[in-house]
């Protein structure tokens, strides 16, 4: 009787011990986002995707890609999304140095002087923007479940070549480069 209760009695305690354990949450290796507000300097608003590929723990690689609303404008990018404090959990922070170029036109304002009228006329052209620069960009990621999240990315940098730069005395093409977007993703 003694060796049944104690039998009883180590069952018990180690169901219990065993119903306390926690799964560990799962988190995919693959990241696609929508970005339904994108902006980059010079005027240019869109929309955006990306995909992110986790590669460890502390390691993402991700191409984002905008397209513009309010130009024919075409933005891709290459991050290499560092998390200083893993890629898993409820927030998660990165920093990613990114490589970004883009193509397109834009509708640029000018303006001339009627001496009719002592005022100014204005008009518009389009204009080629195309750019290739180094941005560091900045990523706050909220996980509302395991899979689904919100996010805010914001990154400055500079172009190394911009057809639309007028650098007045030189003859360089560098520009100031920055971007913001918010971000929906879904992890799998």
């Known amino acids: 009787m003694k060796k049944l209760l104690f039998a009883f009695a180590v069952l018990c305690v180690t169901s219990h011990v065993h119903a306390q354990e926690k799964e560990p949450i799962r ?7 929508f970005n339904p507000i994108h902006l980059i300097a010079s005027d240019f608003v869109g ?13 993402g690689i991700n191409t984002p890609v905008m397209i513009g609303m309010n130009n024919n404008y075409v933005n891709v ?14 927030v998660r ?11 397109g036109t834009s509708n640029t304002e000018f303006y001339t002087l009627n001496p009719q ?9 389009k204009e080629n923007s195309n750019h290739f620069g180094f941005l560091l960009n ?5 996980t509302i479940t395991n899979q689904f999240f919100l996010g805010l990315d914001g990154g400055l940098g500079l172009n190394y070549y911009d ?5 007045e005395g030189n003859r360089n093409n560098l520009s ?8 929906i993703g879904l992890r799998f």
């Open 27 to 33: 988190y995919g290796k693959n990241i696609i986002t």
């Open 47 to 59: 929309v955006g995707f990306s995909y992110e590929r986790i590669v460890n723990e502390y390691l």
């Open 77 to 90: 990018g290459v991050e290499a999304k560092l998390y200083p404090a893993k890629n898993t959990g409820a």
């Open 93 to 103: 922070y990165a920093i990613a140095p990114t490589l970004m170029a883009g193509i």
């Open 117 to 125: 009228t002592g005022g100014y006329d204005y008009y518009y052209q």
């Open 138 to 142: 900045q990523t706050v990621n909220i």
């Open 163 to 167: 057809q639309k730069a007028k650098n």
């Open 176 to 183: 100031f480069l920055a971007q913001l977007h918010a971000s």
